[in-house]
């Protein structure tokens, strides 16, 4: 029996840029103002008139070979064996040192425990067994999570028939966040 | 046009502080080296080690202090100690930085008293191994993140360590040239100034190199390259850092010193005070720089 590891795709032609999941993290997490867990970016492709949007939802991409925790002095991140990363509160000293180390800036300082934050694959709910909030409230269905190492999970199904990219692959980090129809450059 | 790309509420999680820590971090382990040096090369230069061996443990002290005030949890600092991660060159750079601060007191300590020679000569050499450690450390702290195309060159700890040699010579010569006329000091004035002189050429030399290979190197590291040579921060780059902190004190230096030629250094300590200065300035703009553009790095 393999062990777990939890993954999320995020079906980049479904999105359409509502936000809701960045509202929905931002309740079931508490996240305070001007810090986001998770977030949608948005690209413009082309040149007047032949110009689309495109939309880009960004968290934490729960590396196979997180930078932030080889980094990390003190060991407050870390990840489990389902690979899910983790940042534990009561040892972090906030030398930012996670920060500057993750290729895709999804991490903060949260302004009133004063120590580093990041998206969790919301934890809570998965070890309750349901999906992540963001999951739970896309409605495009954009977003698809579960644990990439059982064949039969509908994200192991995604990532064996479709393309999938991941951001950065070149960090080495091996991300867990997988993007259909992300195109290999979103930047000029 | 593309909103902004960069990180999430603090863009830059390294500000200022950590600067002035590296600063004034390889400005301590540097006057430790320097003072090292002149012991070793003649009881002559009694007066220059004596700087170097008093401003070292002070530099360092106040970079830590300096990190701390970085901190967003400044008081769990000392389970940095412990909680060790050997992954993390940080978690080995608190351990090597205190035992140097150690080493680097009893060192001075023991200079002030002017007592104990041989055990002095022997705190100097384990000390210097620390402070070599502890100049390369600041660099590669930043190119073991490997993340951050800027920092993403074997070069970085080595301009760190060439950079600690040059401001900590800097700044022994900036006070030793108030005190020149104590016995030994304008003769050691003039040799240090001959070795600063050629670190300064070699920072100038590893700075240029480090620009050229990162140009032609990965995507990212062109791009992030770029912002220093032709893009948001060429002013500081070229101007401030090349030719004001280190072209201009290599070439007056070079001039002095031809000026200079054996032991006399003349009535003016002008030259030393200004090289002196220009370099100190040099260096903490390179510090700011290699820190502040290399956080500005496209995120997707």
């Known amino acids: ?188 | 046009m593309n909103l902004p790309l960069l990180g999430n509420g603090l863009e830059r999680p390294w500000e200022i502080l950590v600067v002035i820590d590296l600063f004034l971090g390889g400005l301590g382990v540097g006057a430790f080296l320097a003072a090292v040096c002149a012991s070793a090369y003649s009881k002559e230069y009694k007066t220059i080690s004596k700087i170097g061996a008093i401003i070292a443990p002070l530099a360092v002290i106040g970079g830590l202090i300096s990190l701390l005030a970085e901190l967003n949890q400044p008081f769990r600092f000392y389970t940095t100690y412990f909680r060790l991660n050997a992954t993390s060159v940080l978690s080995w750079g608190v351990w090597i930085q205190t035992i140097f601060i150690i080493i680097a007191l009893l060192y001075a300590i023991l200079w002030i008293m002017d007592s104990n020679e041989s055990t002095r000569k022997a705190l100097g050499y384990i000390g210097s191994i620390f402070a070599f450690a502890i100049a390369v450390y600041h660099g590669l702290f930043l190119t073991t993140a490997s993340t951050r195309d800027l920092w993403e060159s074997a070069l970085i700890p080595v301009i760190f360590l060439v950079s600690a040699i040059t401001t900590g010579l800097a700044a022994v010569l900036l006070i030793a040239s108030f005190l020149s006329k104590s016995s030994g000091v304008k003769e050691g004035i003039s040799k240090a100034s001959k070795h600063l002189a050629a670190f300064i050429g070699l920072e100038l030399f590893l700075v240029l190199l480090n620009a050229i290979v990162l140009l032609n190197a990965s995507v990212g590291a062109r791009d992030a390259m770029r912002m220093l040579v032709v893009g948001d921060f060429s002013f500081m780059f070229w101007i401030g850092i090349i030719i004001i902190g280190l072209l201009i004190p290599f070439v007056i230096e070079l001039f002095g010193l031809y000026l200079i030629q054996d032991g006399g250094v003349g009535t003016t300590m002008i030259i030393p005070v200004v090289v002196s200065v220009l370099v100190l300035v040099g260096g903490f703009l390179l510090r700011y720089l290699i820190v502040t553009a290399g956080q500005t790095t496209p995120l997707l």
């Open chain 1, 1 to 188: 029996m393999a062990e777990k590891r939890y993954a999320m795709v995020l079906d980049l032609r479904r999105c359409i840029g509502c936000h809701a999941c960045h509202v929905a993290c931002k309740s079931e997490n508490e996240v305070p103002l001007g810090v986001f867990r998770t977030h949608v970016r948005y690209y413009e492709r082309g040149e007047y008139p032949d110009t689309r949007r495109y939309f880009l939802p960004n968290l934490c991409n729960h590396c196979k070979h997180p930078a932030c925790v080889r980094v990390c002095p003190t060991g407050a991140s870390w990840k489990r064996e389902d690979g899910i990363v983790l940042v534990d509160y009561d040892k972090c000293i906030g030398c930012k040192y996670c920060m500057a180390a993750c290729p895709y800036g999804v991490r903060f300082i949260h302004p009133e425990k004063q120590v580093a934050d990041k998206c969790s694959f919301c934890v809570h709910r998965v070890d309750a067994g349901i999906v992540p909030s963001c999951v739970n409230t896309c409605i495009g269905r954009a977003r698809i999570f579960g644990d990439m190492n059982d064949p039969k999970s509908e994200v192991a199904k995604l990532i064996a028939a479709n393309p999938v990219t991941v951001l950065k692959p070149e960090k080495g980090t091996y991300p867990s966040v997988f993007y259909i129809g992300k195109s290999v450059k979103e930047v000029e």
